[in-house]
């Protein structure tokens, strides 16, 4: 049957068909959606894991116990889990891991470029790069395969054009592939030094025969067309290269991109009279290409940064000038991403922008947004956790210089979860008498509404325990004197515990509380509430414009209040002065 | 010959369920079809843009500069950024409605002037109109973009193929009836 899939719902498609038991993630765009449409098959257990190294270790456990498991990333989370990856590496695996790693080219949605293809031969494992959602289906299940036969797990490698592109994908059935027999074998699977330095030579081993497997293998083949022009290219690169040169030019289409095919590519490059390298972001391929002692061309003429597309394949390779299209004066007024009306995290950054002398170190997630202005509240966002510790050091060093800033720590629920806590310890241990403000929405806001450790649901949509923000606060050592829980929505209360953890001596924690404005019962349960202007009382102070709310306009010199957006969370009649701004519904 | 077509908006705007409409209406006709979307953070206000290619066999899903054989803008604005990937002698379709930057709202730019009259010169081939206010007479604000559905499918040249009975699997059954009578009046702009 014919199905029009995007990459990352051929990719679940694939696990399923595979017999695939077990599959965990932490969300991340560009793969998110790949365990929201496994959760969909009741034969695999699924969790939202709180990150990537713990799902890659659940992954881990569910293989080593005998069953096919996956676990899922964006590039960045991989840098999290590559712990247990480059481990499992060694103990190998029993039955087949695949690890899915989305890089995002581009930036659309992340804090690098970073071009994971990279970690593979670091790692030592086997790499599968699928070109569009057809070879995301069949390569995941082959992925499962060949990591059972070579004893490892395998990195599946995407990129977000793969993951969100739908093209037409073949489907199958699911061939259970059943649960292994465990035995217990702790010379594979403990990996103490002097076990791990015997498995060495046995991963060195494994990588030899990929290797030969990788000569013959159906995922790197070639195409011969006109041979004056010879391609190598892999992943989305081989779709740009494609539509360039078409016939025109012959390729060699790497599926299998670690361990690599060296005959193969020194029979390919020994045919053509000029070699291309097509690749995105890193000169992989070409390094290796030259460290055969053959000559091509690559990133002299194709960018390192950014998204590839065929018009810089074709810019970069035939010399062609800009397209021919249109042009207008006017320019387009910049549009980036806000924080939502009624976003429960906007009152937190109001009452910070009210203090003097502070620095703030934020952390990934739709908060990310108080550095847009008119807000402009962010000084540092790095990685998951260091929202936290960042801070940390950020104060230490400060004290030494003699600097008075207080340290202000942002992060939400969900990422709290997934890297805070071990920060929060060190601030605790570490004495440190930075602030710590924790936007608890109830959600994993930015990635699409995941629930988290702290919603009470998992990812198969049963009931789970709730984990209590504040009770871990407690637990891991802040003095219950220095803990204020508010209503962000009550912006005189949100004001008042900033204050108290600006002044503390001590470490202070500010959890605000109020769920995410975009999620269906939130947005139910605030319909037909709103604000409205009265042009009479307004002085046209623009106290409400400075909020940063984009339901809040200023047309024709008069304040209006988009009623469709705004849900009534009422901090532009709080920051008014003159009373010119009123609610409607209760 | 493969086509593509540009489908350009704000998170929100339902540029979305158009393009899969219109993706779902090209694999029934039998073509080779590869959508892409860009929409990380769509829902908090950024701009939203989805390609679609069809043909025999598409490769690449990425719509480039000087590609698109009709870029349709769902706002006014976002036809200004995207201008650049509309071919030469393609089609522009732009809805003439505003949707306010932050930027706007807090007035530190300024909302273009005369985005259309530029539009209209530039491009011969631009079809402009109000498919907000057309959705809003017809009883459903927020089928404009089912309106805008219609004149694109018209652009196309793919009025023959059964485009209700995609509606049919793709929106829900309460609001179909309002649904088709936008895409009907699309087509007869």
């Not at chain 1, 086997?126 to 990591?147: H, I, N, R, T, Y």
């Not at chain 1, 912006?491 to 975009?518: G, M, N, W």
């Not at chain 2, 209406?25 to 390609?51: C, F, N, P, W």
Request: hydrophobic share 40%; proline share 5%.
């Amino acid at each position: 049957m014919k199905k029009f899939l995007t990459g990352n719902e051929a990719i679940a498609r694939g696990a399923y068909e595979a017999g695939c038991l077990l599959a965990a993630a932490y969300p991340g765009t560009p793969s998110t959606e790949i365990l929201e449409n496994i959760s969909q098959y009741s034969e695999i257990y699924s969790e939202w894991s709180p990150n990537e190294k713990v799902a890659l270790e659940v992954a881990s456990g569910a293989s080593i116990a005998g069953s096919r498991a996956l676990a899922a990333m964006k590039h960045v989370g991989l840098n999290v889990a590559s712990d247990p990856m480059f481990t499992m590496a060694y103990t190998g695996v029993n039955g087949g891991l695949v690890v899915v790693n989305a890089d995002d080219p581009g930036l659309h949605s992340s804090q690098n470029e970073q071009d994971n293809r990279l970690v593979a031969p670091h790692a030592k494992v086997l790499m599968l790069e699928p070109s569009d959602g057809q070879e995301c289906l069949d390569f995941v299940k082959a992925a499962f395969a060949l990591s059972e036969e070579f004893d490892s797990p395998v990195l599946f490698r995407v990129t977000t054009r793969v993951c969100h592109s739908k093209s037409i994908v073949e489907i199958g059935e699911r061939v259970e592939a059943g649960i292994k027999p465990y035995v217990k074998d702790p010379a594979k699977y403990v990996m103490s030094p002097g076990n791990a330095l015997k498995r060495h030579p046995v991963v060195e081993e494994k990588l030899l025969r990929a290797k030969d497997y990788s000569e013959t293998c159906p995922f790197n083949r070639i195409e011969w067309g006109n041979r004056k022009i010879g391609i190598i290219t892999s992943g989305i690169s081989y779709q740009h290269a494609k539509e360039v040169f078409g016939e025109q030019a012959s390729y060699l289409k790497l599926g299998m991109t670690y361990p690599l095919p060296e005959q193969k590519i020194r029979d390919f490059a020994a045919q053509v009279d000029t070699l291309y390298i097509i690749e995105e972001n890193d000169p992989y391929l070409e390094q290796q290409v030259r460290s055969l002692g053959i000559s091509c061309i690559g990133k002299e003429r194709i960018p390192i940064c950014g998204e590839l597309n065929a018009e810089i394949v074709r810019r970069a390779l035939l010399g062609e000038t800009e397209p021919k299209t249109y042009q207008v004066s006017q320019k387009p007024t910049a549009r980036p991403p806000v924080l939502c009306a009624g976003c429960p995290h906007r009152p937190l950054y109001v009452a910070l922008k009210k203090l003097k002398d502070i620095v703030v170190t934020g952390d990934i997630g739709c908060y990310t947004l108080g550095m847009v202005p008119p807000l402009s509240m962010l000084d540092t966002v790095i990685c998951m956790g260091a929202g936290i510790s960042s801070g940390i050091g950020f104060e230490k060093v400060n004290r030494m210089a003699g600097r008075k800033e207080k340290i202000f720590g942002i992060m939400g629920d969900s990422t709290f979860f997934h890297s805070g806590i071990t920060s929060l310890i060190d601030a605790v241990y570490s004495n440190s008498n930075m602030a710590i403000i924790l936007l608890d929405n109830s959600t994993t806001a930015m990635t699409g509404h995941q629930e988290n450790p702290g919603t009470g649901v998992n990812l198969m949509g049963q009931p789970a325990p709730v984990i209590d923000l504040v009770n871990v606060v407690k637990a891991v050592g802040v003095k219950p004197e220095n803990i204020r829980i508010v209503d962000p929505y009550d912006l005189a209360e949100t004001e008042k515990a900033v204050q108290e953890a600006y002044a503390s001596q001590e470490l202070f924690v500010v959890v605000t509380k109020q769920p995410c404005a975009l999620m269906k019962d939130v947005q139910k349960k605030r319909e037909g509430l709103y604000c409205y202007s009265d042009a009479e009382k307004c002085k046209k102070c623009k106290a409400c414009l400075r909020t940063g709310c984009p339901a809040i306009a200023m047309k024709n010199g008069t304040i209006h209040i988009d009623k469709a957006q705004c849900n009534g969370c009422t901090l532009c009649q709080q920051v008014c002065k003159f009373d010119a701004i009123a609610k409607v519904g209760e | 010959m493969n086509k593509s077509v540009m489908l350009v908006g704000v998170g929100g705007q339902g540029t979305i369920l158009t393009s899969k409409i219109l993706a779902e209406g090209l694999l029934g006709a039998g073509y080779d079809v590869k959508m892409s979307e860009i929409h990380g953070m769509a829902q908090r206000g950024g701009s939203v843009t989805t390609h679609i290619k069809y043909g025999e066999k598409v490769n690449s899903p990425i719509i480039n500069k000087g590609e698109a054989d009709v870029l349709i803008a769902f706002e006014k604005v976002e036809a200004l950024r995207y201008l650049c990937h509309l071919k030469a002698g393609g089609i522009l379709i732009v809805s003439d409605h505003e949707i306010y930057s932050q930027s706007v709202l807090s007035g530190t730019e300024d909302y273009p002037q005369e985005i259309i009259e530029s539009l209209t010169q530039a491009v011969e081939r631009t079809i402009v109109l109000q498919a907000v206010k057309l959705a809003e007479q017809l009883g459903n604000i927020r089928t404009h973009n089912i309106v805008l559905l219609g004149v694109l499918v018209k652009a196309l040249g793919l009025e023959q193929l059964d485009w209700v009975q995609v509606m049919k699997d793709l929106i829900p059954e309460k609001v179909l009836e309002a649904n088709v009578k936008a895409f009907k009046t699309g087509l007869a702009v």
